[in-house]
């Protein structure tokens, strides 16, 4: 079992940032990507960014690219997603993902989400 743990949400005025994190902890060995999801009220969740283990290959949505980026701390376990200029449409609870091999599994694993409120 992987266990993802976030933080780093809160309430920040339109253009304004704020930096998520997400530490994975458990057995982490088979990570091959780890992400960013989004769940506005109302809508489905949607991508917002990942990251692939090896290499580093990042992929965004097209609502934040040039705002946000997504990075790595291997030697922790964790992965950012710091969110600039931000935008009352970027308001959502923000899900934290990780995917795993094990064996002929795939399997995917979420965190508890934090809210991000951009509002003035």
């Known amino acids: 079992q992987v266990r993802l743990v976030e933080s780093g949400g809160g309430l920040v005025q339109p253009g304004g940032s704020l930096r998520l994190s997400c530490a994975a902890s458990g057995r982490i060995s088979g990570i091959y990507m780890m992400g960013w999801y989004r769940q506005a009220p109302g809508k489905q969740r949607e991508l917002v960014a990942t990251?692939?283990?090896?290499?580093?290959?990042?992929n965004y949505a097209d609502s934040v690219k040039g705002r946000f980026t997504i990075s790595r701390d291997n030697t922790k376990n964790t992965v950012y997603l710091q969110m600039n200029s931000l935008k009352p449409e970027d308001t959502a609870v923000y899900y934290c993902n990780a995917k795993q091999i094990d064996g002929l599994r795939n399997l995917d694993y979420w965190g508890q989400g934090t809210q991000v409120t951009v509002s003035s």
């Open positions: 990251s692939i283990t090896s290499g580093g290959s990042t």
